[in-house]
């Protein structure tokens, strides 16, 4: 996904600059622009004209978080994707109830942090796992838990089939045979009910289970 349109936030100027010049140079990714955020930021939309909204909520995030409930509030566009990055569960707790669908440390390598901007553009929810507490709020009630976990091989495999590669290709980075991946694919479907190998990653992306 090409030319992705990003508009940073971050109440601390240095946070701002510093995602900026992580991600500016990226040709996934084209900076809209860089704001500290507030009340106002919903009016401010429309001249950025963004995809996805990367907040840092930083570590005292209550001001971030303001500006996250602004948004769900008043924003006119309610497809707009938010990524926030959140210091600890409760600020991510609080997040997710706030819209962001991203949800990521605010340590996250750039390489996930692009993978999870392109994942909420397309409609996926995001969720690293050291932020996902048990008695999570987020997950929908039309994803219930699984019953039956998935193996760490068959992670593995959906960690890869998530990154868009074939059957051979997981084959040899996992150095198995394609029998053995068509295997574990067949089982991780199972297990997520799903129809599809696509129909598996976005349901396993909804459920935390996929690391970007």
């Known amino acids: 996904m090409a030319d992705l349109r990003l508009l940073v936030i971050a109440a601390d100027p240095l946070a701002r600059a510093g995602l900026v010049t992580l991600l500016e140079e990226r040709p996934e990714l084209e900076i809209a622009g860089q704001v500290s955020g507030g009340e106002s930021l919903a009016d401010e939309l429309p001249v950025f004209q963004p995809d996805v909204l990367l907040i840092d909520l930083g570590w005292d995030p209550e001001e971030g978080l ?16 938010v990524v926030a990055l959140a210091p600890d ?3 991510a707790t609080a997040a997710w109830s706030a819209g962001a669908r991203g949800l990521l440390s605010r340590t996250t390598p750039a390489e996930r942090l692009i993978v999870a901007i392109q994942a909420v553009a397309q409609g996926l929810a995001v969720v690293e796992p050291q932020l ?12 219930p ?9 068959e992670l593995e495999v959906l960690q890869l089939l998530a990154e868009g590669l074939a059957n051979k290709a997981i084959a040899l980075r996992l150095d ?3 029998h053995t991946v068509k295997f574990h694919v067949n089982a991780i479907m199972s297990k997520l009910g799903a129809q599809s190998r696509t ?14």
């Open 176 to 178: 198995i045979s394609e």
């Open 199 to 212: 129909a598996a990653v976005v349901r396993a992306t909804r459920l935390g289970l996929i690391m970007l």
């Open 89 to 91: 569960e409760d600020s």
């Open 145 to 153: 838990v699984l019953a039956e976990a998935l193996t760490t091989r």
């Open 132 to 143: 996902l507490p048990f008695g999570w709020p987020g997950g929908s009630s039309s994803e």
């Open 66 to 81: 303001n500006t996250l409930e602004t948004l769900a509030l008043d924003a006119e566009d309610d497809e707009l994707g």
